[in-house]
């Protein structure tokens, strides 16, 4: 198959090409074919899923309630489809996500297996010229990046990795088969979401697992179990509520609120806040963040919640030394993307888990049988890197992305992302980022952000062809303005405080700059539906034959 496209005729022309098939690619595919576009979507792994597709690790699991984690734009699917338990696990998504392309028949213009490399805009024709791995080059009106936010996976350069014997995996690309740690000495480096799910199930199985910790992190309980079938009933009686609900609210999905979630954290007597903290707690989940209004503004108030988080780690963790060297001191809870856990710190009870803090005695080499830190060397059969992503850039830099007068995205992005609402970038007509930086993207429920960037795209080519209007691109002036808002709505808040991806500051190098918009996801729904309902206002607008731009 692969070969045989591979071979296709050079330059065949589509209207839109897009990049990726995981959630973000599938819909644009169904939503473009709705158009009667002619459509081609590449994707490097050989089956549809995205991040689902490579996040195999064990324990893994959405941290968004999979009856919100799901698509909304058709209620025949949200209505035939069951979930099993509250937060859907690695291979149900996995096997939504296949029900999905199939149900739409959307494999047919999937070209699996094939990595785009280079994506050119040619003035002369108005047209973007793609190129993949296999040697393919074509060309398309439209070319649409669904690349994902977290999809290109860091693995650190420790010296001697080339010389370890035994096996490793990044959780972010992890064998299809599984890896069954049964009998072996195991460790895990890094203690962010990823490694946090698979700490326990890792423990389990492994003889001696090793958590290598360089930051401590918040996380708070799942609580996750099978659905109870009386709610579903209830929750797809009213979807389509749900759903809108959901747009209009600020993360994209329903946070319980109550009557303190719009009181400032220290307004609240300290009995009040306990029990507020103990119920969300209770509940398990992100409720916790909706407690109080301030959380995310006031270091005051999150140290409140950060204090309650400290004690729930004392309560559960028996070794106090442990229990220390778990508690997370340099960052406000939220600020890093807080952890959704089942048996994170209770695991950390068991004989056969040690924590070795490597902030104070940093890994300096990993060996034939393991690796050594400033204070010890360690054993190990495997090592799990649970270290991360380069985020909502990394996949766009992995690809030679050129726009008008040859400009390089990667470079134009040199000192930080700059886009106008995440959705496009100056100087690179017709090109689509889907939950780009700059859009409320991570800091939101995915399902939902998604959906409303691949509407507002569609729509978008639409206009465009019932104009006959051969390219939109955001002119310089409004993305200066957004990325200015963008840093001034994150400043309002204690996210810049926090060294996160969401800063950039896991990569080496990379500039710190927060990244995601803050704003929330029904004020930017908003903004984004007048500017289109504006005649796509801070857009410049090209007519096909006369090159005058239009507004
Ligand atoms: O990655 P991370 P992740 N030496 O970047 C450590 C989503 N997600 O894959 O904090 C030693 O959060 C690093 O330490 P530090 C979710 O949005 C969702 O876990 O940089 N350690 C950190 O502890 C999440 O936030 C779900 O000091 C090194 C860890 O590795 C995002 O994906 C599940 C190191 C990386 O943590 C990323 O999560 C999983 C080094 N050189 C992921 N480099 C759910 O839906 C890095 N580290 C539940």
Not at 450 to 474: G, M, N, P
């Amino acid at each position: 198959m692969r070969d045989e496209r591979a071979r296709s005729p050079e330059n065949r022309q589509f209207d839109a090409i897009v990049v990726g098939a995981g959630v973000a690619g599938l819909y644009m595919l169904h939503r473009l074919r709705g158009l009667g576009l002619s459509v081609r979507v590449y994707e490097a792994g050989d089956n549809v899923g995205g991040t689902w597709y490579w996040n195999r690790y064990p324990g893994a699991r959405c941290d968004v309630e999979s009856i919100d984690y799901s698509y909304s734009f058709s209620d025949d699917l949200q209505q035939e489809w069951d979930w099993s338990e509250r937060y859907a696990s690695q291979p149900e998504i996995l096997r939504y996500v296949n029900h999905v392309a199939d149900r739409f028949d959307l494999r047919r213009d999937i070209q699996f297996e094939t990595r785009v490399t280079v994506a050119i805009f040619d003035e002369a024709t108005n047209r973007w010229t793609v190129e993949t791995d296999t040697g393919e080059r074509v060309s398309a009106t439209f070319c649409v990046m669904a690349t994902g936010c977290l999809s290109s996976a860091q693995v650190p350069r420790f010296t001697g990795h080339d010389r370890f014997e035994g096996n490793w995996h990044h959780t972010g690309n992890w064998p299809h088969d599984g890896v069954d740690f049964t009998g072996q000495r195991v460790g895990v480096i890094g203690t962010g979401s990823s490694a946090i799910q698979s700490i326990p199930v890792i423990a389990r199985q492994a003889t001696h697992l090793y958590v290598f910790q360089r930051t401590p992190n918040f996380s708070v309980p799942a609580r996750n179990a099978a659905l109870d079938p009386e709610h579903v009933r209830n929750v797809k009686a009213s979807y389509a509520e749900r759903r809108q609900k959901a747009r209009e609210s600020r993360s994209g999905f329903l946070v319980p609120l109550n009557q303190n979630s719009e009181t400032p954290a220290l307004e609240a007597t300290p009995e009040t806040r306990q029990q507020e903290y103990e119920a969300r707690w209770a509940r398990g989940g992100f409720g916790l963040l909706a407690s109080f209004s301030d959380l995310y503004s006031s270091k005051e108030a999150n140290d409140s919640a950060a204090a309650y988080v400290h004690a729930k780690i004392r309560e559960i963790v028996d070794d106090p030394a442990v229990a220390e060297r778990l508690l997370p001191h340099d960052h406000p809870v939220g600020t890093k993307r807080l952890c959704v856990d089942t048996d994170y710190y209770a695991t950390y009870n068991r004989d056969n888990v040690t924590l070795v803090d490597i902030r104070t005695a940093p890994i300096e080499e990993i060996t034939p049988d393991g690796l050594r830190t400033r204070d010890a060397a360690y054993e190990l059969d495997s090592i799990v890197f649970a270290t991360g992503f380069d985020a909502m850039t990394g996949a766009l830099a992995r690809i030679d992305i050129r726009g008008r007068d040859g400009v390089v995205l990667k470079e134009k992005w040199a000192g930080g992302p700059r886009t106008y609402l995440g959705i496009a970038s100056a100087g690179f007509p017709n090109l689509f980022l889907i939950t780009g930086p700059g859009s409320p993207s991570v800091l939101s429920n995915m399902m939902t952000s998604i959906e409303q960037h691949v509407d507002w795209t569609t729509d978008c080519i639409e206009y465009l062809r019932e104009r006959r209007l051969a390219t939109i691109e955001a002119t310089l002036g409004s993305e200066d303005e957004w990325v200015d808002h963008v840093n001034e709505v994150a400043e309002t808040t204690l996210y810049p405080t926090a060294g996160s991806w969401y800063m950039g500051a896991n990569v080496p190098g990379k500039p710190r700059i927060f990244m995601p918009y803050v704003g929330g996801v029904g004020s930017y729904r908003t903004r984004c539906a007048e500017i289109a309902a504006n005649g796509y206002e801070g857009f410049a607008l090209l007519a096909a034959d006369c090159n005058a731009i239009q507004k």
